[in-house]
């Protein structure tokens, strides 16, 4: 892509883009960022509609659906300055210990009888070190794994050691949600009590533990677009194989509470130049859908989403599970996904100013380049 290229009409960058990506091949970080600039509505609506067309190419019509279960609620150490858990913050959100093992496969069988194949296990915590509750831990995803009803997923923060990765991996984890949230520059914004790379330390063990990786982040902090397309190549680089997108859904008692929320015409398109930069990936609009994107909800999957979380999320209340299943039967997609796609995911870390076709799938471990 030239200088002139870039200059082009939008109409023209966009296919161009477009047709790049359904070749094969990959967005250089100025050219994704002319992206997350258009402001044009008829440049939107093109942008999603080739979005929509990658998806297309490289999902199918396949949607991958997937619930947590809030497994220790509220008094969490850290000051993440949009989340209503933390213990900074006076809010309405609930607060308890560690639940026992019934509410946990409770989920689990109110995910299989909704079509939902993978369960997160959520905590509000700092993160895990080696002591009991790491082995109670180990034990509950354990039994999950056991019942058969839903895929062992888990979201409990920070990994101090290789060790802890690896036990979790014994114990029958299959995919960590390990937020970046943003980007490297803007994260000291978002959050002073642990720091970005102990996030991407965080990831490098459990890759070396050969989890898969769930690592997306949440939109409307006050980021610049140029955060959020730096979040999208940190990703790419990274190799994760499912990125989570959150909107920010103002939360009275944060610091955030009072954040201008998103127009919807925005998150759909920063969905949708996320998946030109990371073609392959499941794409998941996690918290924050309904309250921002309201009757614009369907959308989503024209921006190229590929995946969903239905349910109720931590502390915000989400549609109910049969009005997305109808919009998923409506527009003729199918929720009947359980691979994420984990064969195709990992490509080699690339500079993100690198144009080269996508090739085949890179060599376990992949390189982590921050
Ligand atoms: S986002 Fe997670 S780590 Fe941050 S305050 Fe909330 S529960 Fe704690």
Same mark, same amino acid.
Not at 221 to 224: I, Q, R
């Given at each position: 892509m030239t200088e002139t290229a870039l200059d082009a009409n939008p109409h023209d960058l966009i296919a161009s883009l477009g047709q790049r990506v359904l070749d094969g091949g990959r967005l250089a970080r100025a050219e994704a960022e002319a992206l997350f600039q258009l402001e044009d509505r008829a440049d939107i609506f093109d942008l999603l509609s080739w979005a929509n067309r990658i998806r297309e190419q490289f999902k199918g019509n396949k949607i991958h659906l997937c619930s947590i279960v809030n497994i220790k609620a509220g008094g969490c150490s850290e000051n993440c300055r949009f989340c209503s858990q933390s213990a900074a913050y006076q809010t309405e959100s609930p607060r308890y210990g560690l639940v026992d093992a019934a509410p946990i496969l409770a989920a689990a069988d109110e995910a299989q009888s909704n079509g939902v194949t993978a369960l997160g296990v959520v905590a509000a915590w700092r993160g895990l070190e080696e002591g009991p509750v790491l082995d109670a831990l180990c034990d509950r995803l354990a039994e999950l794994k056991a019942g058969g009803k839903a895929r062992p997923d888990a979201s409990? /923060?920070?990994?101090?050691?290789q060790h802890i990765a690896d036990r979790l991996k014994a114990a029958g984890l299959e995919c960590y949600n390990h937020n970046l949230e943003t980007s490297r520059r803007f994260f000291p914004e978002v959050c002073t009590t642990h720091s970005y790379d102990e996030r991407l330390q965080t990831i490098r063990h459990l890759q070396q533990a050969d989890i898969k990786i769930c690592s997306g982040g949440i939109l409307g902090?006050?980021?610049?677009r140029e955060d959020r397309c730096a979040l999208a190549f940190a990703l790419r680089d990274l190799g994760v194989h499912v990125v989570p997108i959150n909107i920010l859904n103002p939360i009275p /008692?944060?610091?955030?509470?009072?954040r201008e929320p998103l127009a919807p015409l925005e998150i759909l398109k920063t969905i949708a130049c996320f998946r030109f930069i990371l073609p392959k990936q499941e794409i998941m609009i996690a918290g924050g859908r309904t309250a921002n994107l309201r009757d614009l909800q369907s959308l989503i999957f024209m921006a190229g989403a590929s995946a969903l979380m239905v349910g109720n999320y931590l502390t915000t209340l989400n549609q109910p599970v049969e009005k997305d299943l109808q919009m998923l039967q409506d527009l003729g997609l199918d929720p009947g996904w359980d691979k994420h796609g984990f064969f195709d995911q990992r490509e080699p870390s690339a500079s993100p100013e690198s144009q080269a076709p996508v090739g085949l799938p890179a060599p376990l471990p992949v390189a982590i380049d921050d």
């Open positions: 409990l /923060g920070i990994i101090k050691s902090l006050g980021e610049t /008692g944060t610091p955030f509470g009072d």
